[in-house]
C-alpha cells in the first residue's frame, strides 16, 4: 500500500489531470484544432504514465522485497505479481 505522502503527491496529480481532461473535452466542444486536442491528450497521457512510473517505483522499492521476505508462497505471488505488470506497461 501507498503511504501518506505518495497518496498526497498522486491525488494532487491526479487532481491536475483531472482538470486537464475537463478542459479537453471542453476544446472537442468549442471545436478546436484537432492538433490542439491532441497536443492537450498527449500531455495528460504523459502525466498518466509518469503516476503509473511512481506507483511502479514504490511497489518495487517497498511491497515487492517486503513480499519476499514472507518466504513462499507469497515471494512467489509477488514476483508473478511484478511479471504480469511489468508486461502490462511493457504493451
Same mark, same amino acid.
Given at each position: 500500500m501507498l503511504d501518506e &505522502?505518495? @497518496? @498526497? &503527491?498522486?491525488?494532487? *496529480?491526479?487532481? *491536475?489531470?483531472?482538470g486537464q481532461v475537463r478542459g479537453i473535452r471542453r476544446m472537442v466542444q468549442e471545436p478546436r484544432l484537432c492538433v490542439e486536442i491532441l497536443q492537450q491528450l498527449s500531455a495528460a497521457e504523459a502525466a498518466l504514465n509518469r503516476i503509473s512510473l511512481?506507483?511502479?517505483?514504490?511497489?518495487?522499492? *517497498?511491497?515487492?522485497?517486503?513480499?519476499i521476505s514472507k518466504g513462499e508462497p507469497e515471494r512467489a505471488k509477488q514476483l508473478t505479481e511484478l511479471v504480469d505488470i511489468f508486461d502490462r506497461f511493457a504493451k
Open positions: &505522502s505518495q @497518496q @498526497q &503527491s498522486i491525488v494532487t *496529480r491526479l487532481n *491536475r489531470i483531472e511512481a506507483v511502479f517505483k514504490f511497489h518495487v522499492e *517497498r511491497c515487492v522485497p517486503d513480499g
